[in-house]
């Protein structure tokens, strides 16, 4: 018994080092998988259309259409008109389905001309002379994808 040293034998300890070694790997590796990956920006190009004679008494109009770009899908689009004033009342959403907002049907809006391409904004009530503003919002991408101001006139 003399001279006999307690330990592990050198195949055990390397076969315990490579055994740690490739448990960590896979949790690492497991670990940044499962990571959300980063999204790209998305461009896209919207012309719009309203009616700059607009008075206060007549229907107003603005229409977007994607004219070029990355087709997006129409779950993710957020449109938004800042009326002045400041009251909620003054924000129309298409988050709200009775704001004047209508997005085509289906599930992507595609580049092109007509209504499978246009997002319309319809409204009947008389709004008020000042500056609007105008956002289409990609949940998406968390980007704001056009905006625009206008001053409609006192009547």
Known sequence: MRGRENGVSEVIGTLLILAITVALFATVFTFVNTMPRATSDV????????NPEYNGHSNFYLNLTL??????RTSGIVCVLIVPG??????????NPNSGWVIPKGNYIYPGNGPSSTIYFRVTQ??????????????????????????????
């Not at 003054?90 to 988050?95: L, Y």
């Open 86 to 95: 400041n009251s909620p009342k003054n924000t129309f959403s298409s988050a």
């Open 67 to 72: 004219v070029s770009g990355t087709p997006l």
């Open 126 to 155: 008389s709004l008020p002379s000042g500056n609007y503003y105008a956002y289409i919002y990609y949940k998406y991408t968390n980007q704001i994808l056009w905006q625009m101001s206008f001053y409609i006139p006192p009547s």
């Open 43 to 50: 461009q896209v190009t919207f012309y719009p259309e309203y």
